[in-house]
């Protein structure tokens, strides 16, 4: 007998205890596997097979003795059960390691009390197992609820599989497409335009201005815009084709401007950039602000729409200016009809109150009429207007022909229909007031310069002094 059987018959005197203390670091399927362990005296040396013989020794002594009987006539000799157990060790060798992983399956459970541990509904499954010539049954423990969590594990398993191939697959298919997307747009933007298309679009685009800043636009380019469109769709689909558009949208919006403009008027008011201040508005004229962006060509926009404005305001005013007048020349003449009945003090009176008027230079009388001094631009000031003989109030030559003229033109009066008044002296220079019959007040004038100013909305805020 070899010394480790001697130290295994030993120790099976000793008599088997299963430790609490033990026990509690164990999982439920270890602390039953390890009872019935110590229950059959198994100790920690013993291999597996010694273990399995141990536990199911009655079950061998009855098969071996049953078969002993029954084969008596025919043994020649009888093996004891040291050597059966040796045969039965040397024929299961290679099934050793499958027994032990049967035996840790119980190893996912925690070990938990008792009042814990749900009732397991168990079964055994037999299972024969040839040693020799001798049959061993080999019994194994199934709990539902393990074979329940093992299908429960699969089926989840077998989910976050399909979801994780989901993902990957959507998130490889939106990658392609945005790859795919960049690519056609990098091609496209990379696309270069044929240089004569370029050039012929730039060359008509500058033919359109007056000069190389494009602070004016020339009237008779507007019919050739269309021309423009039909270069600019050339380069669809290239580099330059951005810039292009941007400078022809910008460059519509600017003839749009003064076209909608001009309309309001009888004639072009702006034409090449210039405006025409001959120009008269229509009767049922539209004046509103408009802006292209174009910093130049507003300021003009705003002049032309200034002036347009300005001129509905003064046909307003004539139209009652010359009732007036009409009612103005009635009363002059029966005035004259009783001039020898008029008293020597009668006459200094009528013409103390026309005193600031200026015979020499045309126009109708104040005398009777209210005239609007309080909107004039230059302070009125009665001793300048006492000094009529300073050659402050002499006009240059063909600085009033000349201010009438374009006050014509605008409709400001209608011929000699209007009120003119000495104002003040201002650095030497004369300034006047000039009135339509009525009494209102149009703008002050610079008798010197010909520089004169209203009140009028877009108008100069300073004076030339």
């Given at each position: ?27 439920v399927g270890q602390a039953i596997r ?119 594990k699969w089926l989840i398993y077998g ?150 404005k300005s001129q509905q305001t003064s ?151």
């Open positions: 007998m070899t010394k480790k059987r001697r130290d295994r018959h030993k120790n099976e005197g000793q008599e088997p205890r299963f430790d609490f203390d033990e026990a509690k670091e164990l999982t390890k009872n019935e362990e110590v229950e059959a005296g198994v100790l920690p040396e013993d291999s597996i097979l010694d273990k399995y013989v141990k536990q199911h020794k009655d079950e061998i002594e009855a098969d071996k003795f049953a078969t002993r009987q029954y084969k008596k006539e025919e043994l020649v000799e009888t093996q004891s059960l040291d050597d059966l157990i040796q045969e039965i060790r040397e024929e299961t060798e290679v099934e050793s390691s499958v027994q032990e992983d049967d035996l840790n399956q119980f190893d996912d459970l925690e070990f938990t009390r008792d009042s814990e541990v749900p009732p397991v509904e168990e079964f055994e499954t037999e299972e024969v197992q040839l040693f020799g010539e001798e049959e061993v049954p080999t019994f194994s423990r199934v709990t539902d609820s393990e074979d329940g969590e093992s299908k429960k989910i976050l599989a399909a979801l994780a191939v989901l993902i990957l697959g959507t998130g490889y298919y939106v990658y392609r497409q945005v790859t795919r997307s960049t690519q056609e747009i990098q091609t496209a933007q990379s696309a270069t335009a044929n240089q004569s298309d370029v050039d012929d679009f730039n060359t008509l685009y500058d033919a359109f201005y007056t000069d190389s800043n494009k602070t004016a636009l020339k009237n008779s380019q507007f019919d050739k815009l269309s021309q423009l469109k039909t270069l600019l769709d050339k380069l669809e689909g290239s580099r330059e084709h951005t810039l292009a558009k941007s400078k022809y949208d910008s460059l519509a919006t600017q003839i749009k401007a003064i076209q909608d403009v001009n309309a309001q008027f009888e004639k072009p008011a702006i034409v090449d950039g210039v405006l025409d201040t001959n120009a008269k508005a229509k009767s049922d004229a539209k004046f509103t602000d408009i802006k292209t962006g174009n910093t130049e060509i507003d300021k003009v926009l705003d002049k032309a729409i200034s002036l347009g046909t307003s005013s004539s139209s009652s200016g010359q009732t007036s007048s009409s009612s103005q020349a009635s009363t002059n003449s029966s005035t004259e009809s009783t001039t020898s009945n008029t008293s020597p003090s009668s006459s200094a009176s009528s013409n103390n109150s026309v005193s600031t008027r200026d015979d020499s230079h045309g126009g109708l009388s104040s005398s009777g009429v209210n005239l609007q001094r309080a909107s004039s631009r230059v302070p009125f000031n009665q001793s300048a207007v006492d000094d009529s003989n300073n050659s402050a109030w002499d006009f240059a030559a063909g600085v009033l022909e000349q201010i009438l003229a374009t006050s014509r033109s605008r409709g400001y009066i209608t011929g000699n229909q209007y009120i003119l008044e000495r104002v003040n002296i201002v650095n030497g220079n004369g300034y006047y007031n000039l009135y339509k019959p009525d009494g209102t007040y149009l703008f002050t004038l610079n008798c010197k310069t010909g520089y004169f100013v209203g009140n009028g909305s877009g108008h100069a805020d300073d004076l030339d002094y």
